[in-house]
């Protein structure tokens, strides 16, 4: 079964440190992973997916198969970066159980 | 830019109480997802059409929920009769296709709240 484990439920940094969001996840193959975020009072919505291998927003994300991770980072995290991620994976396109499975979000807040 | 429109934004209802939701995806977009969100959690699949079809509903509770695409278009979740661990946010997605590797678009989501 395909599972998403992101360890912390809360992040809390300063303005210009860096961040670094984690996510494990469980999959018997080579799946797609991506990262939603969700501002306040805002709808979720992609951030960057693996297979794009771009920055968005200062944040990138690199897919360590050895360690199956897809941890989330920036170098200097700003205030307006305070939100709610979520790690998602997905099966192979064409692959059985081809769904988005969440993992269960990290809270980052960025004090200035 | 073409969003997914939901509603209604809110819902409050008293158990035992039927309720339903609606989604319209963006145009073009043939497959729609239904996820719930509890306080918390992330969201978690409920069901996914293709087009006018399901092709995963295994995480619905078929005794109480229930889901239509009819035209392949616009979507309804029902909920009958609800039931209080039925709170939650109840969020729709779109993309362009099952085969076409694209990403999920989401709704602003229905919060239920059942008393």
């Known amino acids: 079964a395909q599972r998403v484990t992101q360890p912390e439920k809360l992040l809390s940094v300063f303005k210009g440190a860096p961040v670094e969001l984690k996510c494990n996840y469980s999959?018997?193959?080579?799946?797609?992973l991506f990262w939603y975020v969700q501002y306040s009072r805002q709808r979720l919505q992609l951030l960057l997916r693996?297979?794009s291998r771009e920055s968005i927003k200062g944040f990138t994300a690199d897919l360590n198969k050895g360690e199956t991770s897809f941890h989330l980072k920036k170098p200097f995290a700003q205030e307006e970066d305070s939100a709610m991620y979520y790690c998602a994976l997905r099966p192979p396109l064409g692959g059985s159980n081809y769904k988005l499975t969440f993992g269960k979000g990290t809270l980052l807040t960025v004090n200035p | 830019e073409a969003e997914v429109a939901q509603s209604p934004r809110y819902k409050i209802t008293e158990k035992s109480q039927a309720v339903a939701f609606w989604c319209d995806p963006i145009?073009?977009?043939?497959?729609l997802y239904w996820y719930r969100q509890i306080l918390g959690q992330g969201p978690e699949l409920l069901v996914q059409?293709?087009?006018?079809?399901?092709?995963?509903d295994s995480q619905l509770p078929k005794d109480r929920f229930s889901a239509e695409r009819l035209k392949g278009v616009d979507s309804t979740l029902k909920i009958q009769p609800a039931e209080l661990g039925d709170s939650a946010m109840y969020l729709c997605?779109?993309?362009?296709?099952?085969?076409?590797?694209?990403?999920?678009?989401f709704g602003n989501g229905t919060r239920l709240t059942v008393t």
């Open positions: 059409f293709q087009d006018e079809s399901v092709v995963d």
């Open positions: 997605a779109s993309s362009l296709g099952r085969f076409r590797n694209s990403p999920l678009h």
């Open positions: 999959y018997s193959g080579s799946p797609e």
């Open positions: 693996h297979i």
């Open positions: 145009s073009g977009h043939a497959t």
